[in-house]
């Protein structure tokens, strides 16, 4: 298995500019997170589905964040229009079964800039 | 609320000596914990749960921990650093009767030298 695939891996946009991560989870996982990284706040849940369903998006910081998961096989976090503390790393993650019971397996993250 | 704390920034190791990283959660009921390690540009890997049973959990790449309910920990350790051990670790915990979300610490760098 190819493990959980994010794309892109490197983004840099200017202010104002609207910015779409994706993300493909593990066949057969259905659990999907979204999560955020600074050296400021650590690790932050932004959002996350089951079964294509959103069920906790608390931790979406803002209006101008929007996630979609159309399909069990792509996801998308969408910012609009992108600031410059929007700037970090943003990991997507994928699971089976009972979370907090079965491990989280997390894509290699991509890494946003906003100038 | 639950809460994980990990009371230190970073760690350092001699490598061949006994590591430890320590982490303390609160929550309401029985905790499943969890520990990640995130080498550089990489995201989160998972090291070992510990969801009941045996408070001495064992993982991957020789990391174990402990669960000690009356102290409210779940330090991570290894009997014998590597440099190659030199990563970010986070702790995690779930609240079994709350949500599906993990609850991460702010981590602790790991260092380990030769």
């Known amino acids: 298995d190819a493990g959980v695939i994010q794309s892109p891996r490197h983004e840099v946009t200017e202010m104002g500019q609207e910015v779409t991560l994706r993300c493909k989870p593990i066949s057969g996982h259905d659990y999907l997170f979204w999560y955020r990284q600074t050296m400021m706040r650590g690790l932050e849940l932004l959002i996350y589905f089951n079964n294509n369903v959103p069920i906790d998006d608390s931790g979406m910081p803002e209006d101008r964040f929007s996630a979609k998961m159309p399909n069990a096989s792509f996801s998308t976090l969408k910012i609009q229009p992108s600031e410059p503390r929007d700037s970090a790393v943003y990991f997507c993650?994928?699971?089976?079964?009972?979370?907090?019971?079965?491990?989280?397996?997390f894509g290699p993250g991509t890494r946003l800039t906003v100038l | 609320a639950q809460s994980v704390a990990q009371p230190e920034d970073q760690v350092n190791v001699a490598e061949g000596n006994p590591l430890t990283v320590k982490c303390t959660y609160s929550v309401s009921g029985n905790p499943y914990l969890f520990w990640y390690v995130q080498y550089p540009n990489r995201g989160l890997q998972f090291l070992l749960k510990y969801i009941t049973g045996d408070n001495l959990v064992k993982g991957s790449y020789g990391f174990e921990a402990e669960f000690n309910k009356s102290q409210t920990s779940f330090h991570l350790k290894k009997p014998s650093a590597l440099v190659s051990d030199s990563a970010l670790y986070f702790c995690?915990?779930?609240?079994?009767?709350?949500?599906?979300?993990?609850?991460f610490g702010t981590g602790t760098r790991l260092q380990v030298f030769p």
């Open positions: 993650a994928s699971s089976f079964g009972v979370v907090g019971y079965n491990e989280q397996f």
């Open positions: 995690a915990v779930r609240d079994r009767w709350d949500t599906d979300k993990l609850i």
